[in-house]
């Protein structure tokens, strides 16, 4: 296997983890490019190449380059929508602006909805209907159509979303409109719900495709770039990007179903915080990726992060499978401010990576976490990412004092002490979002900690939540990429099925021949994605209810991938419906038919474990990677800690806080009461000191977990 | 998520346990509440979300409720008494206690409630609670709803508590008998266990919460959140200038005859407590337009709530606010009175009361009312089930909510008791369950109550039936101008709603509201919805804010000239000069 590449375009760094053929690791954060995000990338493979023999032959012996982007998540927090228009049946103009009559709070007048993403003066009506059976009830009037193109290229549209009533049981009325469309406005991007989300629910597939038009072009243009420029380098491997349901896609998916890379970044942070725990045989875990501009929280459980398919995106709904995470603006380049009222705020306004902190010198004024850091010494000026930034802790005092101490009447350290304790509160209620409001107490979990600034807060997060372990994953800094790597390549598919269980042989011939359907298309999409036969898996469900029930249940029904559906097969798919209905709805309804309304499957395409190398073991003692003492604020009186160079550490070292642990890309910090110990591939594990970590382990493994390799 | 400030510390009393078992419980009421939404056989609970879910202690204390029509904040705590009173001790682990008895603790019939017992260590710990809509209960009317129903018993079955399933057990000769009085069996039947569903799934979760934290636990903590809930309620009540305040609002009419039925409210706010005293409304309805007490109680919390941005539905904030509701009045029907109407037109109007006596006090808080519901049920043979069905059809609640300073009315931010909780239905769902086409459901040009915060648009909602009907009635209100919300400060009224239906010939017959009437297949049912009424002086609404609703075409260019004195180009451009003398003049005139 030649190299493989992770890399994650966030909104401040771009990060890269490479494992090359012996299973070398290397990890590298670039500046982020917004204007041109494949710049950034280009240049920080430029600089991983520059290490090699012969620079020039790098991109030839890559195999794979998994990606994530942050452009859609982007677009939506900064509202920089392309010009969208939408395209909806006569009679359902309003339906979208409506929202469903839903509103977020009921107890409160004093709320607007939120803009809508097509302003109403862009929803164009057409003549056109297709009934419920899917028969044309009238045709559509092509007039329309053009006379809504026309508007929409007077107005300067540049995507367009199409969704007719039951376009899901015939798309015909939506492909024509689709043609004419792209005639009269060839340059635009167009969307229709038919393809984007064929399922029944007007609005929620219309939103959804509103969505995937709005975010389309930009994304497009985005992977085109990138896909010459890495092509133009020598590239011949597979280029394949992170969706939001935390599986991977290849490029021209990606530029057809933009709204599934809504989570492209941050899906892959719980994965990786799930390979890296397991062994350890931790299934419950809260990761935290915090990086320049933002945290991402997220609740493992049972060693998976849940997926939903009925998300909100800034109160958009959105019907494609994705990750529940919970995103804040909280990170390093947060930028600390006194308001009028004279209190310390942290955030969200981000100081980015122009101009930055600070201490960069780059013109930033206002202090931020990272400039906090550096003044109580958490932080190395000479070291900060591998010392390639130099970090001037005079600037950084400076900024602390003006803006933050002097204001509020306190010395500099003070301050600069009640910008990380905001911060930590701040990202210790984030954690408790995806914990304590779902009722699972975060005590029970192991608090996973990632980005660039995430090992320097974890333990005051760990406090201020009351949890005794950190799990610090080596290459943390870079979590995402690494999770880019051990992520399967995750294809959705969905077929209209409406079977009555009560009738068996047709059941079975009907379920056969979309099950046949279904996976001669998945192991197409698998094989265009070259998936060797021995790494597909196909996975089935099918969404099922008792008759005459308004919803749907979707059960997982694993022997449909063996093909060949019997009468006998159809009574064990409505025994697995009825047991799975008890679990999760409490009842059954025993003698109703039972009813298929949709068959699915999961196309998986496993990839290789991400081959990471053993590090050398030592023993408890961790002289060998000691170097040196700092001067380090904890509280108001400074500690002489002791500092340590992450790379020099061995498995089974432990480290009693207070201490730094500094690694080119990232700084742990071990406070006062904490303890560490390095494991087998060098991730930390971080743990109260006063308890046993041995104890700790076995109180947060499930029973029956067998644990491995815990030091 | 909650977040809880305001607890005096304690060594019993863990922080962070402080916030987990309260959001714990509010998440497990929500679970309830998903097996209602999702596994139903009605649109009632699974598109409009007619349902609420919620978990008392074993005093009858409320602890939480899910956030599902608001109408019921509070409700819950009601049903607890009688239930005590009948069985005291005799309940056991796996009994689920049915009951719609409006007298004892109920609004109306339609409303099922589902109670399950909670045992820990064979001790009473918990009540897990479902209360929904059926899409039946029998009697004479449609679903429930008869306009020439005199008593409770013209109205559908009535069910005083009853065990439904004893020790685990469920009674089928009992069921048999409920269901038999039931026109829409297969529905009902279905919806009765998604409840009783719902109450199963809150006990695995009370049991599990249970064996976690042990009852003691459980309980000190849900004191102390329950005292933090009071004293942010009376906090929030202290905002109110103490002082006594009356209001009132009328219906249409009282359905027999045209007198208009009104609902007076005299509000007095002392320092942090708050009495509604609804002795002065009159007398009960000889027909369906009256509500019982404990429905009564539970909208003028709502609308308090509402005013105060308070979200907490327990036990704790309810004891800053008491009632005076004497029997014989349309706000608590003296038995064997009709109530179908509680929770729709009586509570539109209960509300508004409410609002109107607390504006004047609290301008800055207010918003103008909520608009009236006219909602036709019909009942006709389903062509593929060959059965009787209803198309109880809830595009017709898509209504609007007023202005309030600040921020213009929802479109669907109405009505009254669900405060934009409860959920449009999906086209394609509502044509895929029952023999209609929908052909129109679009927002009304000019619809809106005028008002420098205006309310939300009406819709204009077309919709035809297939095929005929068996039987069918509308009900509601708000078709006369003393019925339509008021707008405040300024604000305008609405013009009233009118329902229509065009035959297939053509001719358009508008429809009295409170009445049966019948459809041909190929008939279509319209609905000119009124909108939200206005709050301030239109003349006051910022400029752009109109050019916007013109160029969406929502507003005419003619009555942003008459009524906001904004004076538009054929482009639809702002004339900003002649804008300004126009609006300067006319305020100044005015």
Redesign the interface.
């Known amino acids: 296997m030649g190299t493989l590449l992770g890399i994650d375009v966030g909104g401040t760094f771009t990060d890269f983890i490479e494992i090359d053929s012996d299973g070398d690791v290397t990890v590298l954060k670039v500046p982020s490019t917004p204007e041109r995000p494949a710049d950034g990338v280009l240049a920080g493979i430029r600089k991983l190449a520059d290490r090699r023999r012969s620079p020039d032959d790098y991109l030839r012996s890559a195999d794979l380059i998994v990606h994530g982007t942050t452009i859609t998540t982007n677009a939506v927090l900064t509202r920089r929508y392309a010009k969208t228009g939408y395209l909806t049946t006569k009679?359902?103009?309003?339906?979208l602006?409506?929202?469903?009559?839903?509103?977020r709070?009921?107890?409160?007048?004093?709320?607007?909805?939120p803009d809508p993403i097509v302003?109403?003066?862009l929803v164009r009506t057409v003549e056109e209907r297709i009934?419920?059976n899917g028969e044309v009830?009238q045709p559509v009037n092509d007039a329309d159509v053009q006379a809504a193109a026309e508007r929409f290229r007077a107005e300067g549209v540049e995507a367009v979303a199409v969704c007719f009533?039951?376009s899901f049981l015939n798309p015909a009325h939506e492909e024509r409109a689709g043609e004419i469309l792209q005639r009269i406005l060839p340059d635009s991007y167009v969307s229709l719900s038919s393809h984007i989300l064929p399922q029944?629910?007007?609005?929620?597939r219309g939103s959804t495709t509103v969505f995937n038009a709005c975010v389309g072009p930009l994304l497009r243009r985005y992977i085109i770039d990138l896909q010459r420029q890495l092509e133009d380098s020598g590239f011949r491997g597979r280029l394949l990007t992170m969706q939001s349901n935390g599986g991977v896609m290849s490029p021209e998916v990606v530029k057809e179903f933009g709204a599934n890379t809504l989570l492209s970044g941050p899906a892959s942070g719980p994965i990786a915080g799930e390979f890296f725990a397991r062994p350890h045989g931790l299934r419950d875990l809260i990761t935290i990726d915090m990086g320049g501009t933002s945290l991402d929280a997220c609740l493992v459980r049972d060693g998976r992060a849940s997926i939903t398919s009925r998300s909100e995106v800034a109160e958009y709904a959105l019907a494609v499978p994705s990750l529940e995470i919970n995103a804040i603006g909280a990170g390093g380049g947060s930028i600390a401010s006194v308001t009028d009222a004279g209190m310390l705020k942290v955030g969200p306004e981000s100081a980015g990576a122009v101009p930055g902190p600070a201490a960069y010198g780059q013109g930033g004024q206002m202090p931020t976490v990272t400039d906090a850091n550096l003044v109580l010494g958490y932080l190395n000026p000479d070291y900060f990412l591998g010392g390639e930034k130099g970090l001037d802790p005079e600037l950084a005092a400076a900024s602390v004092k003006r803006e933050i101490a002097e204001p509020l009447g306190i010395g500099t350290v003070e301050a600069a002490l009640g910008i990380v304790h905001l911060v930590d509160a701040q990202m210790a209620n984030a954690v408790?979002?995806v914990s304590?409001?779902?009722?699972f107490?975060p005590?029970e979990a192991c608090l996973v900690a990632a980005g660039g600034a995430g090992p320097l807060h974890a333990c005051g997060i760990a406090d201020e939540?009351?949890m005794d372990l950190v799990l610090v994953p080596t290459s943390s800094s870079v979590l995402c990429a690494a999770g880019m790597l051990t992520t399967p390549l995750r294809q959705d598919l969905v077929r209209y099925a409406s079977i009555r269980l009560d009738d068996p042989s047709r059941a079975a011939e009907r379920l056969d021949e979309l099950c046949t359907a279904l996976t001669r298309r998945g192991s197409q999409l698998l094989a265009e994605q070259r998936v060797p036969k021995d790494k597909r898996r196909l996975e089935f469900s099918c969404d099922m209810?008792?008759e005459?029930?308004?919803?749907v249940?979707e059960t997982r029904v694993p022997f449909l991938d063996r093909g060949r559906v019997t009468v006998k097969d159809v009574a064990a798919v409505r025994r697995l419906f009825e047991q799975h209905?008890d679990r999760?709805?409490?009842?059954v309804?025993e003698d109703?038919t039972v009813e298929i309304q949709s068959v699915r499957l999961t196309a998986i395409g496993l990839t290789e474990a991400p081959p990471f190398k053993p590090i050398p073991t030592g023993g408890s003692d961790p002289a060998g990677a000691r170097k040196g003492n700092r001067r380090v604020w904890f509280s108001a009186q400074p500690s002489d800690t002791a500092l340590f160079e992450g790379g020099r550490l061995q498995a089974g070292n432990e480290i009693t806080g207070p201490a730094i642990i500094e690694h080119p890309t990232t700084t742990a910090k071990v406070a006062p009461g904490w303890r560490a110990r390095v494991d087998e591939i060098g991730n930390l594990l971080v743990w109260r000191e006063r308890a046993n970590l041995d104890a700790i382990l076995k109180r947060l493994q499930p029973t029956g977990a067998l644990a491995m390799g815990s030091g | 998520m909650m977040l809880i400030t305001n607890v005096q510390p304690s060594d019993a009393i863990d922080p962070i346990l402080l916030s987990i078992i309260p959001n714990r419980l509010d998440a497990i009421a929500e679970e309830m509440a998903q097996t209602l939404m999702m596994t139903s056989r009605s649109g009632i609970f699974a598109e409009a979300r007619d349902f609420v879910t919620g978990i008392c202690d074993a005093e009858g204390r409320l602890l939480a409720q899910s956030r599902y029509f608001p109408g019921f904040a509070c409700a819950l705590p009601y049903l607890i008494p009688p239930i005590r009173a009948k069985y005291g001790t005799d309940l056991c682990d796996g009994d689920v206690v049915i009951v719609n008895d409006p007298y004892l603790g109920n609004s109306h019939l339609p409303d099922m409630n589902v109670l399950k017992p909670v045992f820990w260590q064979e001790e009473l710990q918990f009540w897990a609670i479902c209360k929904g809509h059926m899409a039946d209960i029998g009697g004479a009317g449609v679903a429930g709803y008869d306009p020439a129903g005199e008593t409770v018993w013209d109205e559908g079955i009535i069910v005083p508590p009853t065990k439904l399933f004893v020790a685990g057990v469920i009674q089928h000769e009992l069921f048999d008998v409920i269901l038999r009085q039931i026109k829409l069996s297969d529905i009902v039947r279905g919806d009765i266990m998604c409840e009783v569903g719902g109450a199963n799934i809150g006990e695995r979760a009370l049991k599990a919460l249970l064996a976690k934290y042990g009852p003691r636990v459980a309980r000190s903590h849900v004191d102390a959140f329950l005292d933090a809930s009071e004293r942010a309620m009376r906090e929030r009540i202290r905002t109110i200038p103490p002082g006594i305040y009356h209001g009132e609002k009328a219906i249409d009419d009282d359905v027999e005859s045209d007198r208009p039925l009104c609902v007076r409210v005299k509000m007095t706010v002392g320092d942090g407590t708050v009495e509604a005293d609804f002795s002065d409304s009159d007398r009960q309805s000889p027909r369906y337009m009256n509500s019982t007490d404990a429905f009564t109680r539970s909208m003028a919390t709502l609308t308090l709530f509402g005013i105060l941005e308070h979200a907490q539905s327990n036990h704790g904030s309810l004891r800053a606010i008491s009632f005076v509701n004497p029997v014989g009045r349309c706000t608590n029907a003296a038995f064997p009175g009709s109530t179908v109407l509680a929770t729709c037109t009586m509570a539109e109007c209960i509300q508004e009361a409410v609002q109107l006596a607390l504006a004047p006090a609290v301008p800055e808080k207010i918003a103008a009312p909520s608009t009236k519901l006219i909602f036709p049920m019909v009942a006709y043979i389903h062509p593929e089930k060959k059965r009787l069905d209803v198309n109880v059809d809830f595009f017709f609640r898509c209504n609007p909510s007023g202005g309030t300073l600040g921020f213009d009315g929802w479109e669907q931010g109405g009505p009254a008791q669900e405060m934009g909780m409860g959920r449009c239905p999906d086209p394609e769902i509502h044509e895929l369950t029952h023999p209609v086409r929908i052909l129109e459901f679009e927002q009304e040009l000019d619809s809106a109550g005028a008002g420098r915060f205006r309310g939300g648009n009406g819709h204009r909602y077309r919709v035809q039936h297939l095929v005929p009907s068996v039987k069918a009635v509308v009900f509601g209100s708000g078709t006369k101008p003393h019925s339509t919300p008021k707008g405040l400060f300024g604000g305008h009224d609405p013009r009233p709603s009118e329902l229509a239906i065009v035959r297939s010939d053509g001719r358009r017959e508008v429809l009295p509201v409170n009445t049966f009437f019948r459809l041909q297949a190929g008939d279509i049912i319209e609905l000119r919805e009124m909108g939200g009424p206005g709050f301030g002086n239109p003349l006051e609404r910022d400029v752009e804010r109109i050019v916007r609703d013109v160029k969406d075409g929502y507003l005419s260019p003619e009555k942003a000239e008459q009524v906001y004195g904004v004076l538009l180009d054929a482009d639809g451009h702002l004339d900003e000069t002649a804008t300004r003398r126009l609006r300067t003049s006319r305020l100044t005139n005015s």
Do not use: C, W
């Open positions: 009679g359902f103009r309003d339906l602006n409506s929202r469903r009559g839903i509103k709070n009921a107890f409160t007048a004093k709320e607007a909805p302003p109403q003066y009934g419920r009830l009533m039951f029944v629910r007007m609005y929620e408790r979002a304590v409001a779902r009722g107490d005590r939540l009351e209810q008792f005459g029930q308004f919803n249940l209905h999760i709805y409490g009842y309804l109703a």
